[in-house]
């Protein structure tokens, strides 16, 4: 039975539980330049700027719920296998119920050592402040992916995709490497569905884009594929 379902969300699923996308006309790259916040020479020349842009992203995450994309992806567990690998570094597929979720970027809520990335922390509020130290007493950064550095779970997100019956890409502008290139490596039988106001450039063989807000894209097709099974 093909009831494999992998799901590609980027910033576009939060956008209507309030949390900014990163290139639409409001999006956060339009207020900040990106190797001034998110890049490891940025955190080397000014890490209290990277922790205060830092923090004030975890305070909007705590501070929002998740939509009813978020939960439409976790019911679809009552009759799918379900992976959903996402870009996002907020936590509301989890908060919606999401048992299986790879965050490819990070994750906000958690603090990584400057030392040693694999020596993770999770952090109590919104608040990581400078002078906070891991175990080998290094400073703690956000748990996040910055330009410029690798990208570990990107091998184990190309396999799962590869095992992909059904592939879903929800709410991004597929414009970052390695990430945007996850498709390449679903079968081509796969079927695959694309839903984003702005369909970005894509071509993939079986391609269905809906040009819907996730919000009611998501719910729509979740409820699709119930009746099917
Ligand atoms: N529902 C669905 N999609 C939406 C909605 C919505 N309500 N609103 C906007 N979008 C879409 C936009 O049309 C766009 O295609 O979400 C996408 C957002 O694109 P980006 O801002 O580029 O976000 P994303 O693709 O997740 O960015 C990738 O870039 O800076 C980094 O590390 C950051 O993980 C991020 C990566």
Known sequence: MKNNIVVLTGAGISAESGLQTFRDADGLWEGYNVYDVATPEAWQANPEMVQEFYNMRRKSVLEASPNPAHYALAKLEEKYKVTI???NVDNLHE????GNVVHLHGIITKAQSSKNPNLLYDIDGWELKMGETCALGSQLRPHVVWFG????MIEPAAKICAGADIFIIVGTSLNVYPAAGLSDFVSKDAEK????PK???LYLPNLRAIA???SVGVPN???ELLERI
């Open 199 to 201: 369909v970005p450039d």
């Open 193 to 196: 569905i694309l839903i984003d």
């Open 95 to 98: 908060r919606a119920g999401s």
């Open 149 to 152: 550095e690798a990208v570990p």
């Open 221 to 223: 097709l979740v409820k």
């Open 212 to 214: 819907e807000k996730a």
């Open 85 to 87: 690998i996402t870009q």
